[in-house]
């Protein structure tokens, strides 16, 4: 069964910075890409940011582009996302996803998703 | 970026009648989109993808149709448990935009 698992969020400042992580089990982790997905209270689902299998190509969304990075550590099947420069409309559940489909074809289709960490930010 | 719109915003629907949302695309993204539900307090689950693949353990009351820049999901009979939001999403190029989604509630 395919497990993901985040944490990391916390309230923070505006102009502050978090780190994420998402501890994934339950399939083989290097064999496929990884997404960051957000819900902002009461609203829909945006794509952040993606990162391949291999940890060498990553996409992000315009709205957090030069703000946040993401990265992964296939030793050990985690994925993170570096979030700086926060924003209140950074304010969201963020979710890790796992692309259905491994290697690089078709990364943005997401299969499994974790139960999400809540990201504040505030003054 | 493509942009994903949905319609309706909600779907009033009365148990056991037939849902049929919508969801068009800004520019092709030719059969790359798939379709999530997701239900109050709950992770979105993959429903439907490649606009007409269903997913494993869905069942064959939900279908997807359509190709190119409109697309349809079919829910045949609704049962209580497909109350929920449903989104879009296309992943035919790099971002890969979800819709703004479709709230299908009882009636």
């Known amino acids: 069964e395919v497990q993901l698992l985040e944490s990391g969020g916390a309230l923070e400042q505006p102009g502050g910075s978090l780190r994420l992580s998402c501890v994934a089990s339950g399939f083989s982790f290097s064999s496929y890409a990884l997404s960051w997905v957000r819900q902002a209270p009461g609203k829909g689902l945006e794509w952040v940011s993606a990162?391949?299998?291999?940890?060498?190509?990553?996409f992000y969304a315009e709205s957090v582009r030069g703000r946040f990075t993401i990265s992964r550590d296939n030793s050990k099947n985690t994925l993170f996302l570096q979030m700086s420069s926060l924003r209140a409309e950074d304010t969201a559940v963020y979710y890790c996803?796992?692309?259905?489909?491994?290697?690089?074809?078709?990364?943005?289709?997401?299969?499994?998703w974790g139960q999400g960490t809540l990201v504040t930010v505030s003054s | 970026e493509i942009v994903m719109t949905q319609s309706p915003a909600t779907l009033s629907v009365s148990p056991g009648e037939r849902a049929t949302l919508s969801c068009r695309a800004s520019?092709?993204?030719?059969?790359?989109l798939a379709w999530y539900q997701q239900k109050p307090g709950q992770t979105p689950r993959l429903i439907i993808f490649d606009a007409f693949t269903r997913a494993t353990g869905i069942p064959a009351r939900f279908s997807g149709s359509g190709s190119g820049t409109e697309f349809t999901l079919t829910i045949s009979s609704l049962q209580s448990e497909d109350f929920a939001v449903y989104y879009c999403q296309h992943y035919y190029v790099w971002p890969p935009t979800f819709g703004q989604g479709t709230q299908v509630e009882i009636k």
């Open positions: 996803a796992k692309s259905k489909v491994p290697g690089a074809t078709k990364r943005g289709l997401l299969d499994s």
């Open positions: 990162v391949s299998d291999n940890g060498v190509a990553t």
């Open positions: 520019q092709t993204v030719k059969s790359e």
